[in-house]
Protein backbone atom coordinates (compact mmCIF):
# COMPACT_ATOMS: atom_id res chain seq x y z
CA UNK A 1 0.00 0.00 0.00
CA UNK A 2 1.25 3.47 -0.72
CA UNK A 3 1.88 6.20 2.01
CA UNK A 4 -0.37 8.70 -0.02
CA UNK A 5 -3.30 8.02 -2.40
CA UNK A 6 -4.80 10.25 -4.70
CA UNK A 7 -7.51 9.45 -7.21
CA UNK A 8 -5.71 10.09 -10.69
CA UNK A 9 -9.01 11.07 -12.40
CA UNK A 10 -9.42 12.17 -14.72
CA UNK A 11 -11.89 14.62 -13.32
CA UNK A 12 -13.47 16.71 -15.97
CA UNK A 13 -15.97 19.93 -14.77
CA UNK A 14 -17.79 22.84 -16.68
CA UNK A 15 -16.21 26.28 -15.92
CA UNK A 16 -17.20 27.96 -13.02
CA UNK A 17 -17.72 24.91 -11.13
CA UNK A 18 -16.11 23.89 -7.49
CA UNK A 19 -13.60 21.03 -7.67
CA UNK A 20 -12.81 18.84 -4.86
CA UNK A 21 -9.50 16.97 -4.73
CA UNK A 22 -8.55 14.14 -2.53
CA UNK A 23 -5.91 12.68 -0.91
CA UNK A 24 -5.66 9.81 1.82
CA UNK A 25 -2.05 8.91 3.88
CA UNK A 26 -1.55 6.00 5.89
CA UNK A 27 1.64 7.76 8.04
CA UNK A 28 0.27 9.46 11.20
CA UNK A 29 3.26 11.24 11.22
CA UNK A 30 3.15 13.61 8.88
CA UNK A 31 2.80 17.28 9.95
CA UNK A 32 2.86 19.12 6.53
CA UNK A 33 0.71 19.12 3.56
CA UNK A 34 1.00 20.84 -0.16
CA UNK A 35 -0.60 21.14 -2.84
CA UNK A 36 0.89 21.30 -6.16
CA UNK A 37 0.15 22.23 -9.68
CA UNK A 38 1.57 20.42 -13.00
CA UNK A 39 0.88 21.96 -16.13
CA UNK A 40 1.51 19.16 -19.35
CA UNK A 41 5.61 19.28 -19.93
CA UNK A 42 6.51 21.96 -17.20
CA UNK A 43 7.65 21.04 -13.55
CA UNK A 44 5.39 21.08 -9.79
CA UNK A 45 4.47 24.62 -8.99
CA UNK A 46 3.59 25.22 -4.87
CA UNK A 47 -0.49 26.25 -4.56
CA UNK A 48 -0.53 25.92 -0.59
CA UNK A 49 0.76 24.18 2.46
CA UNK A 50 -0.46 23.69 5.56
CA UNK A 51 1.01 22.45 8.91
CA UNK A 52 -1.04 20.62 10.79
CA UNK A 53 -5.02 20.34 10.71
CA UNK A 54 -7.34 22.97 9.62
CA UNK A 55 -7.95 24.98 6.20
CA UNK A 56 -6.23 27.46 4.48
CA UNK A 57 -7.66 29.53 2.02
CA UNK A 58 -5.78 31.70 -0.78
CA UNK A 59 -7.81 33.56 -3.56
CA UNK A 60 -10.12 30.91 -5.11
CA UNK A 61 -8.24 28.08 -3.79
CA UNK A 62 -8.61 26.44 0.01
CA UNK A 63 -6.91 23.61 1.38
CA UNK A 64 -7.96 21.67 4.35
CA UNK A 65 -6.18 18.52 6.52
CA UNK A 66 -8.25 16.49 8.79
CA UNK A 67 -5.51 14.54 10.37
CA UNK A 68 -7.85 12.64 12.66
CA UNK A 69 -9.10 10.55 9.41
CA UNK A 70 -5.98 11.09 7.33
CA UNK A 71 -7.39 13.32 4.64
CA UNK A 72 -6.04 16.08 2.93
CA UNK A 73 -7.91 18.06 0.18
CA UNK A 74 -8.32 20.95 -2.05
CA UNK A 75 -11.24 23.05 -3.02
CA UNK A 76 -10.84 25.25 -6.46
CA UNK A 77 -14.00 27.34 -6.34
CA UNK A 78 -15.15 29.53 -9.60
CA UNK A 79 -12.91 26.81 -11.70
CA UNK A 80 -11.25 28.20 -15.00
CA UNK A 81 -10.11 26.89 -17.97
CA UNK A 82 -6.52 27.71 -16.89
CA UNK A 83 -6.52 25.66 -14.01
CA UNK A 84 -6.71 22.42 -15.79
CA UNK A 85 -3.82 20.42 -15.22
CA UNK A 86 -2.86 17.68 -13.05
CA UNK A 87 -2.94 18.48 -9.18
CA UNK A 88 -0.39 16.60 -6.63
CA UNK A 89 -0.83 16.18 -2.83
CA UNK A 90 2.60 15.83 -0.71
CA UNK A 91 3.23 15.31 2.63
CA UNK A 92 6.71 15.33 5.10
CA UNK A 93 7.21 14.81 8.59
CA UNK A 94 8.92 17.67 10.50
CA UNK A 95 12.41 17.53 10.25
CA UNK A 96 12.80 15.79 7.33
CA UNK A 97 13.08 16.86 3.42
CA UNK A 98 11.67 14.01 1.62
CA UNK A 99 8.23 15.09 0.45
CA UNK A 100 6.10 12.16 -0.72
CA UNK A 101 4.01 12.83 -3.42
CA UNK A 102 0.36 11.09 -4.51
CA UNK A 103 0.16 10.35 -7.83
CA UNK A 104 -1.78 13.47 -8.97
CA UNK A 105 -5.01 13.79 -10.53
CA UNK A 106 -5.78 14.83 -13.83
CA UNK A 107 -8.07 18.26 -13.86
CA UNK A 108 -10.00 19.62 -17.39
CA UNK A 109 -11.57 22.46 -17.07
CA UNK A 110 -14.05 23.01 -19.81
CA UNK A 111 -15.15 26.76 -21.35
CA UNK B 1 9.83 30.44 -14.38
CA UNK B 2 10.29 29.02 -11.04
CA UNK B 3 14.65 30.53 -11.71
CA UNK B 4 15.71 27.28 -11.74
CA UNK B 5 17.36 25.88 -14.31
CA UNK B 6 17.49 22.12 -15.96
CA UNK B 7 19.60 21.00 -18.63
CA UNK B 8 19.43 19.19 -21.10
CA UNK B 9 15.49 19.93 -21.85
CA UNK B 10 15.52 16.28 -23.13
CA UNK B 11 18.17 13.31 -23.64
CA UNK B 12 17.74 9.99 -25.83
CA UNK B 13 20.59 7.15 -25.10
CA UNK B 14 20.51 3.41 -25.07
CA UNK B 15 20.76 0.61 -22.40
CA UNK B 16 24.05 0.64 -20.68
CA UNK B 17 24.97 4.07 -21.27
CA UNK B 18 25.80 6.80 -18.80
CA UNK B 19 24.21 10.44 -18.81
CA UNK B 20 25.16 13.35 -16.47
CA UNK B 21 21.92 15.92 -15.84
CA UNK B 22 22.75 19.65 -14.64
CA UNK B 23 20.36 21.61 -12.43
CA UNK B 24 21.43 25.36 -11.48
CA UNK B 25 18.86 26.58 -8.18
CA UNK B 26 17.56 29.81 -7.98
CA UNK B 27 19.88 32.32 -6.75
CA UNK B 28 20.36 31.95 -3.20
CA UNK B 29 19.54 28.84 -2.60
CA UNK B 30 21.42 26.61 -0.81
CA UNK B 31 19.36 23.28 -1.07
CA UNK B 32 19.01 20.71 -3.86
CA UNK B 33 16.08 18.35 -4.43
CA UNK B 34 16.04 15.47 -7.20
CA UNK B 35 12.86 13.49 -8.17
CA UNK B 36 12.27 11.24 -10.86
CA UNK B 37 8.79 11.18 -12.44
CA UNK B 38 7.08 8.14 -14.04
CA UNK B 39 3.70 6.93 -15.30
CA UNK B 40 3.23 4.38 -12.62
CA UNK B 41 5.35 5.14 -10.05
CA UNK B 42 4.56 8.99 -9.94
CA UNK B 43 6.84 11.58 -8.36
CA UNK B 44 9.70 9.97 -6.47
CA UNK B 45 12.24 11.53 -4.04
CA UNK B 46 15.67 10.39 -4.84
CA UNK B 47 17.97 12.99 -3.12
CA UNK B 48 19.03 16.26 -1.17
CA UNK B 49 21.81 18.32 -0.96
CA UNK B 50 22.59 21.36 1.42
CA UNK B 51 25.43 23.58 0.21
CA UNK B 52 27.31 20.45 -1.20
CA UNK B 53 26.68 18.01 1.37
CA UNK B 54 24.35 15.16 1.74
CA UNK B 55 21.14 15.60 3.43
CA UNK B 56 18.53 13.18 2.76
CA UNK B 57 17.86 10.26 0.82
CA UNK B 58 14.76 8.36 -1.01
CA UNK B 59 14.48 6.07 -3.16
CA UNK B 60 18.05 6.35 -5.21
CA UNK B 61 19.52 3.25 -6.99
CA UNK B 62 23.24 2.68 -6.65
CA UNK B 63 23.61 3.18 -10.17
CA UNK B 64 22.93 6.84 -9.66
CA UNK B 65 24.73 9.45 -8.16
CA UNK B 66 24.69 13.10 -7.50
CA UNK B 67 26.21 16.15 -6.14
CA UNK B 68 26.34 19.63 -5.30
CA UNK B 69 29.45 21.93 -6.34
CA UNK B 70 30.69 24.88 -4.68
CA UNK B 71 28.63 27.46 -7.02
CA UNK B 72 25.40 25.31 -5.40
CA UNK B 73 24.74 23.62 -9.02
CA UNK B 74 24.02 20.06 -8.98
CA UNK B 75 24.74 17.12 -10.90
CA UNK B 76 22.96 13.80 -11.64
CA UNK B 77 24.89 10.55 -12.50
CA UNK B 78 22.98 7.68 -13.84
CA UNK B 79 24.99 4.76 -15.41
CA UNK B 80 24.29 0.91 -16.88
CA UNK B 81 20.93 3.12 -18.05
CA UNK B 82 18.40 0.33 -17.93
CA UNK B 83 14.97 0.86 -20.26
CA UNK B 84 12.79 1.89 -16.74
CA UNK B 85 15.33 4.36 -15.97
CA UNK B 86 13.38 6.41 -18.74
CA UNK B 87 11.70 9.23 -17.04
CA UNK B 88 11.53 12.68 -16.63
CA UNK B 89 13.63 13.62 -14.04
CA UNK B 90 13.38 17.07 -11.82
CA UNK B 91 15.20 19.42 -10.14
CA UNK B 92 13.76 21.45 -7.21
CA UNK B 93 15.91 23.53 -5.12
CA UNK B 94 14.66 25.79 -1.59
CA UNK B 95 16.46 28.40 0.57
CA UNK B 96 16.71 26.36 3.86
CA UNK B 97 16.46 22.85 5.51
CA UNK B 98 13.96 21.63 6.22
CA UNK B 99 11.78 23.64 3.72
CA UNK B 100 7.79 23.36 2.37
CA UNK B 101 8.33 25.16 -0.45
CA UNK B 102 10.50 23.60 -3.04
CA UNK B 103 10.75 25.62 -6.44
CA UNK B 104 10.84 23.03 -9.13
CA UNK B 105 12.70 23.40 -12.61
CA UNK B 106 11.32 22.23 -15.95
CA UNK B 107 12.79 18.60 -15.67
CA UNK B 108 14.93 16.61 -18.04
CA UNK B 109 13.12 13.87 -20.34
CA UNK B 110 15.09 10.78 -20.53
CA UNK B 111 14.26 8.19 -23.08
CA UNK B 112 16.34 4.72 -23.07
CA UNK B 113 16.17 2.94 -25.90
Known amino acids: QKEVEQDPGPLSVPEGAIVSLNCTYSNSAFQYFMWYRQYSRKGPELLMY????GNKEDGRFTAQVDKSSKYISLFIRDSQPSDSATYLC???????????FGTGTLLAVQP | DSGVTQTPKHLITATGQRVTLRCSPRSGDLSVYWYQQSLDQGLQFLIQYYNGEERAKGNILERFSAQQFPDLHSELNLSSLELGDSALYFC????????????FGPGTRLTVT
Open chain 1, 90 to 100: AMRRGATNKLI
Open chain 2, 92 to 103: ASSAGTPSYEQY
Open chain 1, 50 to 53: TYSS
